[in-house]
Structures are given as C-alpha cells and as structure tokens.
C-alpha cells in the first residue's frame, strides 16, 4: 500500500503524532520512510539570508526521528535542506516526486481553514501541489 513515505517535520507540537502515523503506516505496509526536514531562511534586505536554526539543530531533530522509526522496525532515513521561506511546500513535493513516495505526510500547526489561505500554510500548499495523497495530522 504504502512502500515509500515522506515525512516532512518541523518543531511544531504536531511531530510526535506526524512520526507515530508514519510508523504506523509504515510498519503495515513494511514501507521505507524518509524523514525531511527543511531549514528555511528569511531574505532580509541588507542582511542577506537569516537563518532560524543551526544546522547541528535540525540535523538532531531528524537524527532523533530517524532513530525512533528505526526502534519501532522501520527502515528510516533522513533529509535536512537548506530553502528560502515560503518554498516549503514546493520543496516537500519536489522531494515527493524525486523519490517516487507513495505518501506525504506532515504535520498542521492548526490555524484553521481561514488562517491558513491568510497565512499561507505550507500544509495547505503541499495538498494543492502534491500529485499523491497528503496525510495532515493536527
């Protein structure tokens, strides 16, 4: 059903519930799962690009999640990249289609329908952009 998987994280509350369906859909399908996390980068006029978290930060937290489907039987890898803000989504569906998963899935920091056509969100992007099934877990 499913054989390859997308999981994309960030440091949102929604993580831990966005690993524990990946595991569990994984381990059902004895699927392989790929654990992207992308650092984005604000453009600041005179500044250049300003980067919100190190790169020993978000190497961890995909190591640690990696680690933990690993644990529960699931051949895990992980991804951390580099992206400017706004091209998450664009990004998590390129990284979808160049590894030819089956299923995205991500987390929703839960701004609601209305907050997110306002604010953009990157899960409301990626099920407009995506090709394949998206699985948002709130």
């Known amino acids: ?3 390859k998987l997308l999981v994309a994280i960030d440091h949102s509350k929604a993580t831990e519930r966005v690993l524990s369906a990946a595991r569990d859909l994984a381990s059902l399908s004895n699927g392989e799962v790929w654990v992207l996390h992308l650092r984005e980068r604000e453009v600041m006029p ?20 990696v680690e933990e489907l690993t644990k529960a ?4 890898h992980g991804v951390v990249r580099s992206t400017i803000y706004g091209y998450a989504a664009r990004e998590i569906v390129e990284d979808a289609k160049s590894r030819d998963v089956s299923v995205i899935i991500m987390g929703s920091r839960g701004h609601g329908d209305l907050a997110g056509l306002v604010l953009g969100s990157t899960a409301h992007k990626v099920i407009h952009l995506a090709d394949r099934p998206v699985l948002v877990v709130r």
């Open 73 to 76: 039987g699931v051949k895990a």
């Open 46 to 65: 005179r500044a250049g690009l300003i980067e919100t978290e190190s790169t020993d930060e978000a190497a961890a937290q995909v190591e640690a999640a």
């Open 1 to 3: 059903m499913y054989e």
